[in-house]
Structures are given as structure tokens and as C-alpha cells.
């Protein structure tokens, strides 16, 4: 069982190879809220912590038959490098859709891949029987106690940084990460609220404390891969239960939107899972107002071609992109008057679609379709009521 002498000998072991990540304002967010940046740690993410704590209490003979560990990613490079330190050999069984970035830096790390169709929970299921099969020794990415209590360090590092923290909120997968930042809190600082966020389009840990064990989903579907995970940990569960205040959801285009936010205002990349706590915050999932609160951003591992996707989904959601579908008489000249009332309210016309022949024109109408750059979700509903007042219809 987890106690709090491992987690005190897991900072100690981590001291040569993880870093003491900062703990920043983040007065974009609320006057009340910090940044624990793990997204700056080693590897990109705090798994590194928890994947070298394990290895470090492998006996000789555990690490001459090669380690194998199932992971989205993050974990995947931590136990890689882990296992390269420590001249081990390496086996990571990831989902097929993986982004691209962890699947390579996994092999950088010295790590042989295999990639297996469908999500974590696949990949878990093939890592078990390589594990049967070659006789490798599994590293769990957060059902295991050394792996949580390497996560717990974090939370020594808050406790230091900020001794009058009030709430910490953490993103929650299969709950490795939570569990060991509970525990730590709970023993040391009781009154300290901890928050849990999961994606809603995978809220495995929210199902099983709602009925009283660990289920698993049928599926799930979030931009937050890291915890994209179907079934939570038994030993995880456990301490949720036990240590855990409370858990919220995020939508994807909130968590876009916290993506957004933190690479405009803190100048960080963020991943999906690692954004949640801040789309918690933002969305008004958690309450700052009174509370000194830690965000912790668990891990900055994202594929740049979803990074594109997301900033995308951002602006939309934040009401800095605006897609509108009007209709104009097919005659010279009602184009450009559309366009001169877009343009008299400050909207910047990024695109414009014109057709003449389409299901809701009549015959002497056209549809045109507009990609607007806007401020905020006030400036657009000035956009739509310059254009109302003009005579002009929205479609939807």
C-alpha cells in the first residue's frame, strides 16, 4: 500500500532526472489561480515521474527481462527513457492513433513500438499477453503504487512552492495522477480541496465513483487522449474515492478553448488532458474566486497537425472565428454591399463561397457563405444584428 515514506523516497530518486517544474501566476484565469507547468517536465509530461519510480524498485531479475508498458503516450516515453538510463530493455504497446509526435519520441527514447488498433485499453490488452508471452515485466501507467507514488511528488513540489494552496485541480485517465497528488495533500494539507477534471467523452473515473466501482465504457471520443481511457484502476478508484473532493467534465471545444488560452496569455503549449483543469476553470466547472488554486497542466505532447485542428476549434468556440450563411439577389453589386456591411463592423473576411444554384436559394438569389475573423461572441451578435437590420437573412 501506498504510504507516505515512498513518496518521500520517490522525490529522492527523482532528484538526477526529473525537474523541479515551475509554479506560475496565471492572472488571465482568476487572481487566485497558478500554473504547475508539468507540461515543461522531461519528456513533456509528469509521467516521466511515475515510469522511473517504478523501475527504480525492479529487482535485478525484473529488469533483465525487459519492461513493456501500454500507453497514448506520455507514459510511453517515460518509461522509454527510463528504461534507456537504466540500460533496460523496452517494450510499449500504443493505440494505432497515437499522435504521430509521442509515437516518434517514444522511439527516440529507445523503445520498441507496437502500435495496436483501437485505444488504451487495447493496447493494455496486447501488452498483457507480450507479457505472458516473452515473460516481460509490465509497468502499469497508473494501477500500481510506485507508479502513483513517483505522480505524488508533485504534490510536495505545490506544497513547497505554495504552502497556502487552498484547491488543486488535476486531470483524471485511469487516475494515477490524482491519486498520488490526493494522497500527498490529504496527509500533509487536509483542508486543500482536490478537484479532479475528466473529458466528457470519457468520464470513466466519474461513472465508477458514481456507482460504486470501476466499469468500463463502451467507447470513448475526446481530442484528450492522454485520457481517452475506458476503464479506471481499482487501486486508483480507491483512492478517489477516498481522497478525491470532487470531479467535473470538459467539453472538446472547452478544452480548445483552454488550449487557446494558455498558449495566448501563459505563453505554453498544452496538451488536450493537460489543458482540462483550465477549461474547468474557465468554464466556471470550478469555483476560484476565494480559493488559492493550482491548475496542474499535466503534459504538452501534441501532434502539430492537431495542434492546427485545435486552435481552429478554439477561436470558433471563443467566438474569434465565425462561420455565416447568408443569401443575396443575383444581380451586380448586392455581393459587395453584403460584404461593406460585414466589413462596417470591424469583422475581417478571411472567406467567402458564392453559389447560385443550392437547395435554399430561389431563382434570383445565391447563398453566400462567409468565414469571418471576429473578437468575441459580443462582436458577432453585433455582426448578426448590422445584418438583420439590413434585411439580410441567416441561415443556419
Not at 7 to 12: H, K, L, N, V
Not at 379 to 387: A, K, R
Request: net charge negative.
Amino acid at each position: 500500500m501506498l504510504t507516505l515514506a515512498m513518496i518521500y523516497e520517490a522525490q529522492r530518486a527523482l532528484t538526477w532526472l526529473a525537474r523541479v517544474t515551475p509554479l506560475t501566476p496565471a492572472p488571465a484565469f482568476g487572481e487566485n489561480v497558478f500554473i504547475k507547468a508539468e507540461n515543461l517536465q522531461l519528456t513533456g509530461s509528469f509521467k516521466l515521474r511515475g515510469a522511473y519510480n517504478k523501475l527504480h524498485n525492479l529487482s535485478p531479475e525484473e529488469k533483465e527481462r525487459g519492461v513493456i508498458a501500454c500507453s497514448a503516450g506520455n507514459h510511453a516515453q517515460g518509461v522509454a527513457l527510463s528504461a534507456s538510463k537504466m540500460g533496460v530493455k523496452s517494450v510499449i504497446c500504443m493505440p494505432a492513433g497515437a499522435p504521430l509526435a509521442k509515437v516518434e519520441a517514444t522511439k527516440k527514447y529507445g523503445a520498441e513500438v507496437v502500435l495496436v488498433d483501437g485505444v488504451y485499453d487495447d493496447a493494455a490488452r496486447e501488452a498483457e499477453r507480450l507479457t505472458k508471452e516473452h515473460g516481460y515485466t509490465f509497468a502499469h501507467p497508473f494501477n500500481d503504487p510506485y507508479v502513483i507514488a513517483g505522480q505524488g511528488t508533485i504534490a510536495l513540489e505545490v506544497l513547497s512552492q505554495l504552502p497556502e494552496v487552498e484547491q488543486i485541480v488535476v486531470p483524471i485517465g485511469g487516475g494515477g495522477l490524482i491519486s498520488g497528488i490526493a494522497f500527498v495533500v490529504k496527509q500533509i494539507k487536509p483542508g486543500c480541496k482536490i478537484i479532479g477534471v475528466q473529458a466528457a467523452g470519457a468520464p470513466s473515473m466519474v461513472n465508477a465513483l458514481r456507482d460504486g466501482k470501476p466499469e468500463e465504457l463502451p467507447k470513448v471520443a475526446t481530442i484528450a487522449d492522454g485520457i481517452a481511457v475506458k476503464k479506471p484502476g481499482d487501486l486508483t478508484f480507491t483512492y478517489c474515492r477516498k481522497y478525491v473532493d470532487e470531479i467535473v467534465t470538459v467539453t472538446d471545444d472547452e478544452i480548445a478553448s483552454a488550449i487557446l488560452a494558455l498558449m495566448e496569455t501563459q505563453k505554453t503549449v498544452a496538451e488536450g488532458a493537460g489543458a482540462t483543469p483550465v477549461a474547468a476553470v474557465m468554464f466556471g466547472k470550478v469555483d476560484v474566486s476565494e480559493k488559492k488554486t493550482v491548475c496542474v497542466v499535466s503534459g504538452g505532447n501534441i501532434d502539430v497537425s492537431t495542434l492546427s485542428r485545435v486552435i481552429t476549434k478554439g477561436l470558433t468556440k471563443s467566438g474569434r472565428i465565425t462561420e455565416l450563411t447568408t443569401k443575396v439577389i443575383d444581380q451586380p453589386g448586392h455581393l459587395m454591399d453584403l460584404l461593406q456591411a460585414v466589413g462596417s463592423t470591424g469583422a475581417n473576411i478571411m472567406s467567402v463561397e458564392h453559389k447560385r444554384e443550392a437547395k435554399s436559394s430561389e431563382v434570383n438569389s445565391c447563398v453566400v457563405s462567409m468565414v469571418l475573423e471576429t473578437r468575441n461572441p459580443a462582436h458577432v451578435q453585433q455582426i448578426w444584428e448590422v445584418l438583420s437590420q439590413a434585411g439580410y437573412e441567416i441561415l443556419d
